[in-house]
Nanobody
Framework: QVQLVESGGGSVQAGGSLRLSCVAS??????????MAWFRQAPGKEREGVAY????????LYTDSVKGRFSVSQDDAKNTLYLQMNSLKPEDTAMYYC????????????????????WGQGTQVTVSS
């Protein structure tokens, strides 16, 4: 059973940066996680996909609102997924979640919460203007 633990959230001013981390444990099951992603959910809004990585080939996908500002990466040796967030805006304020699944996703399926069977507990990001 894979477990995901996020960290790195906090409060920053607009224009600032944060790096989120998601540590996966539960080897050897972590090797079966072919897809990992970052989601976020603001109060009163639906959970939305932010960034995706195919763990085997490093293919990445982003939602339009974060392209050019956010970057997802992975460190296989540390079983860790990262989300580097630059040029943060107040509208980026949300709880950020790490998600993983054994399936590979293409097109818009990667951004659907139902495409993932393993979730972390979330880390809060607050951006002030």
């Amino acid at each position: 059973q894979v477990q995901l633990v996020e960290s790195g959230g906090g409060s920053v001013q607009a224009g600032g940066s944060l790096r989120l981390s998601c540590v996966a444990s539960g080897y050897p099951y972590t090797y079966s996680m072919r897809s990992m992603a970052w989601f976020r959910q603001a109060p009163g809004k639906e959970r939305e996909g932010v960034a995706y990585v195919s763990t085997r080939d490093g293919r990445t996908l982003y939602t339009d609102s974060v392209k050019g500002r956010f970057s997802v990466s992975q460190d296989d040796a540390k079983n860790t997924l990262y989300l580097q967030m630059n040029s943060l805006k107040p509208e980026d304020t949300a709880m950020y979640y790490c998600a993983a699944d054994g399936r590979l996703w293409y097109s818009s399926a990667w951004s659907q919460p139902g495409s993932y069977n393993t979730w972390g507990q979330g880390t809060q990001v607050t951006v002030s203007s």
